[in-house]
């Protein structure tokens, strides 16, 4: 099978202009005889960002290369349509219906630039707790063979290869995103303005698609302490919990932290499409409430991960602060947003809540949504602040 | 020699305004200049051997009368060589680069000071003692407020040290300054001063920080080391500048502000400038107290997200960043 197809799979180089000299790697695989090629999203993103700095090349079997035109790109599902001349007229067939559990397939690629390379494994259906739909695919997918085929043994492709977790873990793109993302039929190269609209509609779609289906629904609730507190809200959200009780703390804490374990691919320096929260209950039986209090302030701040991004994609955060009451609660509540400057009608939100009850005890509860609308980031916030409440 | 009824007496100064010599008038003419016959031998190279003297005028008033000299008379403060100048009242005139001073006999001197006891002295080293011990305790209280473990009692010293060594070196050096322009050290004063400051400051971040949670001014409390940092600095360099300098209260004052609003507008500007610059988590401070120092009335969540709006619609209206030229 490596023989019949081996020359339908091509190397896919990001170029930097400057320098002249390859900047990433990854694969590619021809779907029509006109040579269209598909690949990750996250292997050409280059062109979309910095157009100006970036060229895209294909390195094929025989050691040709030939330059690659980015055509249509499906950021929610990480796949690039691309185009290059000068292929024979030979291209993988599609099969759109998933492999029975535990059928062998086989994964093509270039991994770390050693050549192409095939790897035997087989399909674990799709995975359970995603966001996104994934194939998992046991088989060792490496650096390099993102954006190659994952075949059947009648050499049909059944997904792209996209992510690995390691230990022979890895994930697949389902194929019937690439037979959408052909159906578009989009024929002539775009701009970068174009891509950043043709982004900016696939995940304002997308988090309307999540986000309104998670607040049609009730919370699930889970307890902390004396408080009921935003739960497992979703079966693609996976949620850990840890005490904290050192003997020479003065304090000790329960934490709860959830998040999807998949986000979206935008750039290096930026990822998607992610939600993430977690409470945590300080408590403490030897600290006076100012000394309480006065470490606690240091620590409201403390757990907060960097949201990634540059200037150029993304604004500052702007925030507004204040005490708020719901029910007979009071807390405290800043409320933060960042703008993307190139999708318009999307923002990160980032939420701190501080549960004000007694002198001895504190609730930090946080949230961070990324990459979804003004009005969804204010419902999601308030009815993850209203789901906040103290049940003694 | 000739006896005059009017008296007083020549006085030449240092460039701090410290008399270095006196010559009491008596008798006329009193001759000064750089030469060693002179009654007042002033030692400028810009003096002339004769430079000048002390003569009763033709109306029977004293003046100080130029010999012809290379750089002249002049009054001090004033421009342009004068021939004589009267010695009826207190006046200062230039002798080349030397300024000498003349004060008639009548002139009023204040109360004698009581010799320096050890009940004085003990007064300025109590308030020394007073002001260290307070700015001690008050950096001793923050390090264990900002420590989540038991301290024991080295921690103690190690976060009392560092401060008390730089409340001496800082004393020190401004009692340096203070025995070169007023020859007097005045070592506990300064670190009095200081201590105070320091108290002064921890004590004022204090309050405000709680001002600005009972309130919800959390934007207020990015303020809060600004506006410490100016009440603070503008008291201890007035106070240091008072006791180091001939500055009169006033004059120390209004150079402790300069100083005060200059270190303290650059902490601002530094600040300023770090928060144009990207940042990929929220910068803004959360103010945290006790629950029961919440002086405002919390809002609806209703009103509350309803506020949210204005932060979109600052973010829409941000100035767009400039983008590279397409070639």
Known sequence: MFALVKDQVVQVRLIDQAGNAKTALGSGFVVSDDGRIISNYHVVSGLVNHPERFRAEFLDQKGQTGKLELLDIDVIHDLALLRAAGFPPAHFDIRAE??????????????????????????????????????????????????????????????VNVASAGNQVSFLVPAKYVIALLDRKHD?????????????????????????????????????????????????INCWGRTDSEPRELYHSVSYHCST??????????????????????????????????????MAGANMNPFGGTEEAMSNFRCATDFVAHDNDTSKVMFCLRRYRQFDGLYDLYQLSLALRGDRELLVSTLALTGVSADNARAFARKFQESIAWKP | MEAVSVRGALELLDRAGRVEQRVVIGTVPVRIGRAYDNDLIVDDIHADAHHAEAIVGDDGVPVVRDLGSVNGLRRANARGRVDAIALDRECAFTIGGATMRFRPANYATSAAQPMRSAG???????????????????????????????????????????????????SALWSLVGRLLVHHARFLGHVAIVSFGLFLGSAITFVLSLFAFSFSLDTFAGWVGTITAFVAMTLVFSGHLRLATRLRSRSALIAGICAAVLIAGSFRVTHMVGMQHFSPAPRNAVTLAPPGWRMRSPESTDAFYAKTQSLVDELRDETPLKTPVEK
């Open chain 1, 98 to 159: 998933l492999p029975a559990m535990g059928e062998r397939l086989y994964s093509m690629g270039n991994p770390y630039d050693l050549g192409l390379t095939i790897v035997e494994g087989n399909y674990n259906g799709l995975l359970q707790k995603s966001l996104y739909e994934r194939i998992h695919f046991t088989g060792s997918i490496n650096h390099g063979m993102s954006g190659g085929p994952t075949l059947d043994t009648s050499g049909r492709v059944i997904g």
């Open chain 1, 188 to 236: 002539a190269p775009l701009d970068a303005t174009q891509f950043n609209a043709i982004i900016a509609q696939q995940l304002t779609a997308n988090q309307q698609r999540y986000v309104t289906d998670l607040l049609s629904k009730d919370f699930a609730r889970t307890d902390l302490g004396a408080y009921s507190v935003p739960g497992t809200l979703a079966d693609y």
């Open chain 1, 261 to 298: 374990d998949e986000n979206l691919f935008l750039s290096d320096s930026l990822a998607s499409g992610s939600i993430r929260y977690s409470h945590v209950l300080y408590s403490t039986d030897e600290l006076s409430p100012l000394h309480f209090f006065h470490l606690m302030e240091t």
């Open chain 2, 120 to 170: 004085v002295f003990a007064h300025s080293a109590l308030w020394a003692a007073l002001a260290l011990i307070a700015c001690l305790v008050a950096t001793a209280s923050e390090a264990v407020l900002g420590s989540s473990e038991r301290f024991n009692g080295l921690q103690f010293l190690n976060a009392i040290l560092v401060p008390l060594i730089i409340i001496l070196v800082w």
